[in-house]
């Protein structure tokens, strides 16, 4: 039978990094060895028995920067031998101590066999580096280990987006070193999450966050299936919400197992209740009494009095409460996967040190939860979310709400009378930061080690745990100072640096202290504004405004990709070029993006107005940055315009500056709707005539649309330069076929018609299922995926079911890149039924894939296949014309493979980006010569130097 839903069990391990090299006196260097003792190898252990008997798992599990770094640590794995050593030997003096007491006996025999094991596996097993059995899992497939900050930051309250950067790249790099594999998630430490950390995340290769419940909850829109599925931000990182049944069984003082009566306690130990000279040659070279991990006790009840722990007891409980866990996971599924059209997920996410340490029986009891998961029952399965994202790649898109899993939800545990005073420091320092990176642009080798010691020094400050301290009143004096501490050495780095006294000695000593994050880079902290001052205008370089309403990561259209494509590949060709675009959230102000220059400007207003207005203020904003551009940063040689959403803005700075002005019509009005109708449609309309008219040249993407914009605006032929959209085939080819991909979407006996694009009206997907049911007739073995959203997609989706075909078609939603490349790859037909196509860019890209593609003959489409030979062409709007054409090419497999071959042919001869780019230098050179501007014959003359 098939599961109903998934269980994802999360473990966070975490412990801030505590080193001292200078001495052994300070006792929180132990809460590393207590971890390693009483959690990280337990549960290594219980793994590895999960192996050993065949019993399939799948957990989820963060280990920290900072835990990786001192687990991998000589010096702290050199102490931690001498820690467990001395266990052994007070374990074996308690055998002899209780010799005449046949219960504690046993006990004390008990913890001398459990520490000789924990010795063992430490020193033989994994050769003292616990990380090598975490990443032994992982290889296995049991573990999906994800990255966390670098020193587990609250990140809300981290200020820039360098140190924002900073705390991402470092977790990203460590995690890559210890384990061999860039993380595919993370755990935001403290679940604290701010929307600015999106874009973040997304540079990093990081596909998915947990977050707290009230994160998610409160999310605008509100998510259709709860914490049950998880949501897509605009950014496009998936966010998992921790369930709060689930965590309330496991985490409550009052109500979750690890209080059970049976079960041992943890405040009772030998360490405080032996006689202090018996016990003292085994405390911390301190002397102060502590924890030394041997308990004889069970929690009893809520009396002082407590009774002798016994073990069968807490096993017996451990798995009763495995059994209730599984019981009532298994509900929650029931009630969620009745409400839903997918499988619903239960994130269960806890602190890894929870199990061993805290709640000893913890290991115990998640090794019964595996083992009665598999042979129990069969409504859950246990998942990652990685995996659960993989079988689901579409998800709801949703704005989550700032929050964390803190008291009330937000950030007051990191933020109060007892710490607040923290964060002016702090935030400074960031500040001070960024200004040293752009200070030593080309430091010597003394000044770079002083400027990454810096970023460490600031990194470690920054973690969330000191202001946990300060906030539970627990360990504050050591809070304090470690805070004090790394500003203060920070500060005196910066002084250092500014006055150019730095000592060698000293550094290195510094360096020694802190020896984290070996490849840490100050130049993280560089400033990503785009400089005030003039730059110099080097004579060999034509230097281009670009204007485009959008550009990556706004997609909207096939417009942001060929700016994008366009521009990259002007750079190549020796080009300077500044995009002009609107800002995304997120995203920085300014940036340099394969070498161009991209400048996201907001709006003067973005609240409450349509999109005419919208437009409108971005023109307005536009003109305005353009003019400080220019200003500034000038002198320019050309604008090029996409599109009339950008013709104001062109037509004031080509005549305040007297530049010339080329633009790129896209596609009309006119021909989306097939006429002008409304009062904006002739708006619209008429911007688009008045940057034609404004323009020194225009360039269309095909034969079809200089046809149309000739027609439309009236333009002299002569005026227009027709230069096709480009293809980059590496963007669509694949290196390995994926069968899983594959299979997701159809079985292995049928055959798959693909169509990827907007879902609306002029991509004709409507003429597409009309035809399913007697394509299905000549070839039953058709699989019908549609990719892509758009606003008819749920109409579309209720005519499949009208239909009785909803078996045979799968709407997708949104598809990513490397999905669609494999549905190519595995196509046998390819199907692109448009009504209106200005030029057809996925048409283009599905030719670079190898894939056999269908079109209208309509557009730019037309223009492109040449039909039977390189791909096939219908009938725009007839039925029969696709249904034919469609069934021909599924039946003559040959015929296909042939027109794929001559497909990629074309492709490579016509319509690289490297073409594109060399045809529109032409047009520019052509405006140019007109012009007469008087830098083209040097940067001709330095071009021809060059080649």
């Not at 520490?115 to 430490?122: A, C, G, I, K, R």
């Not at 100050?522 to 080097?538: I, L, M």
């Not at 230098?921 to 014959?937: C, D, G, I, T």
Request: charged fraction near 25%; glycine fraction near 6%.
């Amino acid at each position: 039978m098939v599961e109903k839903g998934y269980l994802a069990l999360v473990l966070h391990a975490h412990l801030p990094y505590i080193r001292h090299p200078e001495s052994e006196q300070y006792i929180e260097e132990k809460w590393l060895f207590e971890a390693i003792t009483e959690t990280y190898l337990p549960l290594l252990q219980v793994f590895e028995g999960l192996h050993e008997d065949q019993v399939p798992f799948r957990l989820t599990m963060s280990l920290t920067p900072t835990l990786l770094s001192m687990l991998s640590d000589p010096l702290l794995q050199g102490r931690y031998s001498a820690y467990i050593e001395n266990l052994i030997q007070l374990a074996k003096k308690e055998i002899k101590r209780t010799a005449d007491n046949e219960d504690l006996n046993d006990l004390a025999s008990m913890y001398y066999k459990k520490f000789l094991h924990m010795q063992d596996s430490f020193e033989t097993i994994y050769q003292r580096n616990v990380i090598n059995g975490f990443r032994r899992m992982q290889d296995l497939g049991y573990l999906e280990l994800i990255t966390c900050s670098a020193t587990h930051a609250f990140l809300p309250y981290v200020k820039t987006e360098m140190a924002l950067r900073a705390q991402i790249e470092n977790a990203v790099k460590v995690h890559y070193q210890h384990l061999g594999r860039a993380p595919r998630g993370i755990w935001l430490p403290e679940c604290g999450y701010k929307a600015e950390l999106d874009p973040i995340l997304k540079e990093f290769g990081l596909e998915y966050f947990f977050t707290e419940t009230d994160g998610l909850m409160h999310a605008d829109p509100k998510p259709t299936y709860d914490v049950y599925a998880p949501v897509v931000t605009p950014t496009g990182i998936a966010a998992f919400a921790r369930d709060a049944e689930s965590s309330k069984q496991v985490w409550s003082s009052m109500e979750g197992y690890p209080g059970d009566f049976d079960y041992r306690e943890y405040y009772r130990d030998i360490g405080y209740d032996l006689d202090y000279d018996y016990i003292k040659p085994h405390l911390h070279k301190s002397g102060v009494r502590l924890n030394t991990g041997i308990k004889y006790h069970r929690i009893t009840g809520n009396a002082h009095q407590k009774e002798l722990y016994h073990p069968d007891w807490a096993r017996d409980t451990a798995a009763r409460h495995a059994g209730n866990f599984m019981f009532n996971r298994e509900q929650q599924i029931e009630f969620a996967s009745s409400y839903m059209n997918r499988k619903p997920i239960i994130v269960a996410s806890y602190d890894a040190e929870l199990f061993g340490h805290w709640w000893y029986e913890g290991p115990m009891w998640l090794d019964f939860l595996c083992r009665k998961i598999h042979y129990d029952q069969n409504t859950i399965k246990l998942k990652a979310p990685i995996d659960y994202l993989e079988e689901y790649p579409e998800n709801e898109v949703a704005a989550l709400s700032m929050s964390s899993w803190g008291r009330g939800g937000y950030g007051e545990v990191w933020l109060g009378q007892n710490n607040e005073w923290i964060y002016r420091h702090l935030h400074q320092a960031e500040h001070r930061m960024i200004e040293l990176a752009n200070r030593f642009p080309n430091p010597t080798d003394l000044e770079k080690r002083a400027l990454n010691q810096a970023v460490r020094e600031l990194l470690l400050a920054q973690s969330s745990d000191w202001a946990f301290i300060m906030d539970a009143q627990t360990m504050v004096e050591y809070a304090i100072k470690r805070t004090k501490n790394h500003i203060g050495r920070f500060k005196e780095i910066y002084d250092a640096l500014i006055h150019q006294r730095i000592n060698a000695a000293w550094l290195t000593e510094l360096e020694r202290r802190n020896a984290i994050f070996p490849a840490v880079d100050y130049k993280t902290f560089t400033s990503r504004q785009a400089p005030s001052a003039p730059a110099p205008h080097a004579p060999s370089k034509l230097k281009v405004l670009v204007l485009s309403w959008e550009f990556p990561p706004m997609m909207v259209g096939g417009l942001s990709r060929h700016v994008f494509d366009l521009t990259r590949k002007m750079v190549e060709l020796g080009f300077e070029i500044h995009v002009l675009t609107s800002h995304v959230d997120g995203y920085p102000a300014y940036e340099q993006n394969q070498g161009v220059h991209v400048h996201r400007i907001q709006t003067f207003q973005s609240n409450e107005i349509d999109f005419m207005g919208w437009i409108f203020q971005l023109n307005l904003a536009m003109i305005d940055y353009g003019k400080q551009l220019i200003n500034n940063y000038g002198p320019f040689d050309l604008i090029h315009a996409h599109d009339w959403l950008v013709s104001q803005s062109a037509k004031t700075l080509k005549h305040q500056f007297q530049l010339p002005l080329v633009s790129t019509i896209h596609a009309t009005e006119h021909g989306r709707n097939q006429g002008i109708h409304t009062d904006i449609q002739r708006k619209i309309h008429h911007l688009e005539w008045q940057l034609t008219y404004e323009s020194y040249r225009v360039i269309g993407c095909s034969p079809y649309m200089e046809r149309e914009i000739c027609d439309v605006f009236q333009l002299p032929a002569d005026k227009l330069d027709i230069i096709p959209n480009g293809v980059d085939p590496g963007l669509t080819r694949i290196e390995h076929s994926d069968p899983s991909i594959r299979a997701h979407f159809a079985l292995p006996h049928e055959k798959i018609v693909f169509f990827v694009g907007r879902i609306v009206r002029e991509k004709g997907v409507q003429i597409l299922l009309d035809c399913v049911p007697n394509i299905l007739r000549a070839c039953p073995d058709a699989k019908f995926v549609i990719g892509g959203k758009g606003p008819m997609l749920e109409e579309l989706k209720w005519k499949a079911i009208e239909m009785g075909i909803q078996d045979k078609v799968m709407f997708t939603g949104f598809i990513s890149d490397e999905t669609r490349n494999q549905l190519l790859h595995w196509a046998s037909a390819t199907v692109f039924p448009s009504l209106y196509e200005p030029f057809g860019i996925v048409a283009l890209e599905a030719m670079a894939a190898g894939a056999p593609v269908i079109v209208s003959d309509v557009g730019g489409m037309a223009d492109i296949v040449e039909h039977g030979v390189d791909g096939l062409k219908v009938y725009p709007g007839d039925h029969a014309s696709l249904t034919t054409q469609i069934i021909a090419c599924l039946q003559d497999e040959q015929k296909a493979q042939e027109m794929k071959e001559n497909a990629l042919n074309k492709v490579e001869q016509y319509y690289l980006w490297e073409r594109i780019a060399e045809q529109t230098v032409s047009v520019y050179f052509n405006v140019l010569k007109e012009a007469q501007r008087p830098l083209l014959e040097s940067y001709v003359e330095a071009a021809a130097a060059r080649s």
